[in-house]
């Protein structure tokens, strides 16, 4: 959905009330100053002094509730693990100086998360946005509104599709019988292909109608092995291990078929509420890890390995096949610079892709059960720059403005 004018009259103010603390802060740091002004008061859509305290001020543990969250092993965790120097609070964490004690809980199956996640055990969740955009409305039938409010990572190669030697492209798996976990990352990727190749829509329903489903992926990978099927849609390391032996090749990964697949932090909108002061902070110290990977990995890797109790040489491979998102890439991708805005294309085209309802249907029901808050947050990463264009490869059918499919 798109911002309304009153929503991006405050993100500019909140964008200049940021940049004027900033630059408060960098003159007192310069003049050896022991008093640190105070930031410009942050103000909503109306003009009116918003509540609660800046983003930049630590945030007094005392009244700081453990936020937990839960997350995989494929990627998306790490920056996290180098905000909070490990699994819990670590001596160099960046969240426990902002004022907030953080744990990131590894927990791998998606499942298995979601229920901590249903239990209250866990606060925050990383999950793929196509996986996101298909539990929104089933929680919002259950009374509880789901909002993102970060996005992580771009998948770049750690997610693709394997084949026997005789299968060259996209088009040829009309013939196919292919394997993959439903409502997956695999499984919306595989789908997001097949309507973008060159096959007629019948040839696309064909393979849609004859896709073989794994209940677990390392199932799926072995399906592939025992020649049961034709083609696997899968993630590393299971894609590595289908083709081990020799017996396919890779067809295509997201290296190639770039900005398809991307992770994203959620939370239950009334717990994003009652902690919007938390969340700022949360998002400003992921920022900073972000930076400091990018320049240097290597203490990732290390607390990325003792976390998940994997080979640094994993961690290494995995990370390298993963663009971690700064600032200016949640900008983008929530549509914070241009009226695009790439994140409602994803959850649109997720919706419908996985789901057996009219295209008919309105979207905007959809969409609207789904608003991002990082214009909440403002400018909190204004010395980031993005690196590499964004090439957002969504279905142009589907109108941003969450009207409903164009003509």
């Known amino acids: 959905m798109k911002l309304t004018p009153f929503a991006k009259l405050f993100v500019a103010a909140v964008i200049i009330a940021v940049a004027a603390y900033i630059t408060q802060v960098e003159l007192s740091k310069r003049s050896h100053s022991p008093t640190i002004s105070r930031p410009a008061p942050k103000y909503d859509a109306t003009g009116k002094p918003a509540l609660g305290p800046p983003a930049s001020e630590p945030i007094s543990t005392a009244q700081s509730k453990r936020i937990v969250v839960g997350v995989n092993d494929f990627g998306g965790g790490y920056p996290l693990l180098l905000a909070n120097d490990g699994a819990k609070p670590g001596p160099a964490s960046l969240f426990a100086k902002a004022g907030l004690d953080v744990e990131i809980r590894l927990i791998r199956g998606s499942k298995e998360r979601l229920k901590a996640f249903d239990d209250k055990e866990v606060d925050v969740m990383l999950l793929t946005l196509d996986y996101l955009a298909n539990l929104a409305p089933l929680y919002k039938q259950k009374g509880i509104e789901l909002r993102s409010f970060l996005f992580v990572d771009w998948s770049r190669g750690n997610i693709g599709i394997a084949a026997k030697p005789q299968f060259k492209s996209i088009e040829d798996l009309k013939t196919a019988r292919v394997a993959t976990t439903r409502n997956t990352p695999t499984h ?11 096959l007629k829509p019948a040839e696309v329903e064909t393979v849609k109608s004859s896709l073989v489903f794994a209940t677990k992926t390392p199932e799926a990978g072995a399906l592939f092995q025992r020649g049961e099927v034709d083609a696997v849609a899968i993630w590393e390391p299971h894609l590595s291990e289908a083709i081990a032996d020799g017996k396919g090749t890779t067809l295509v990964t997201t290296e190639t078929a770039t900005n398809l697949v991307g992770d994203v932090l959620f939370a239950r909108k009334e717990w994003l509420d009652q902690n919007e002061a938390q969340v700022t902070a949360f998002v400003q110290a992921f920022f900073t890890a972000v930076d400091g990977l990018n320049k240097d990995p290597a203490r990732t890797i290390e607390l990325a390995a003792t976390a998940f109790q994997q080979k640094p040489e994993l961690i290494a491979a995995t990370l390298k096949k993963t663009k971690p998102a700064l600032f200016a890439d949640n900008r983008a991708f929530f549509g914070l610079e241009t009226e695009d805005c790439a994140y409602d294309h994803f959850l649109s085209v997720a919706y419908f892709a996985r789901t057996s309802r009219s295209s008919t249907e309105s979207i905007r029901e959809v969409l609207l059960s789904l608003p991002c808050l990082l214009y909440h947050f403002g400018d909190v990463g204004s010395g980031q ?23």
């Open 385 to 407: 720059e993005m690196k590499g264009p964004m090439r957002f490869q969504f279905d142009t059918k589907i109108s941003c403005a969450a009207e409903g499919p164009t003509a």
């Open 188 to 198: 919306y990727l595989l789908l997001s292909l097949l309507e973008k190749s060159n």
